[in-house]
């Protein structure tokens, strides 16, 4: 690690690259609202969010819980229980497997004894 820290987006869902929304699908295939968070903006308004992040970016993903759950309601990619459709699963997968490879390589590098944080 190279003690840089990646840079942090606050972005509305719909705004985002597909890319990134197919990612976020991965990471979320149950849906989003159980996974939102709070936090003060720099207005001090507190926001809800959901985190994601990429091998370059860390995007707080600006929504309510309701909007997290019309996104999915209204997403073709999920069935009628919120959750992501295997075929759609799959080919998302396939599309960003080298992504998540590199991700699995670095985890594969942590030992039990490095500390992480």
Do not use: C, H, W
């Not at 990646?6 to 985002?16: F, H, Q, R, S, T």
């Not at 968070?37 to 992040?53: D, H, M």
């Amino acid at each position: 690690m190279t003690g840089t820290s990646k840079p942090k987006v606050i972005k509305d869902y719909e705004k985002l690259p597909v890319e990134i929304q197919e990612q976020i699908k991965l990471e979320y295939p149950y849906g989003f609202s159980d996974s939102l968070i709070t936090f003060s903006n720099k207005n001090g308004q507190i926001v809800s969010a959901l985190p994601f992040e990429t091998e370059d970016r860390y995007y707080m993903v600006r929504m309510t819980v309701g909007e997290a759950i019309k996104i999915v309601e209204d997403d073709e990619d999920f069935d009628s229980d919120g959750t992501l459709k295997d075929g759609i699963r799959e080919e998302y997968e396939n599309k960003y497997t080298d992504e998540m490879e590199d991700v699995d390589d670095v985890a594969d590098d942590i030992s039990d004894d490095d500390n992480v944080f």
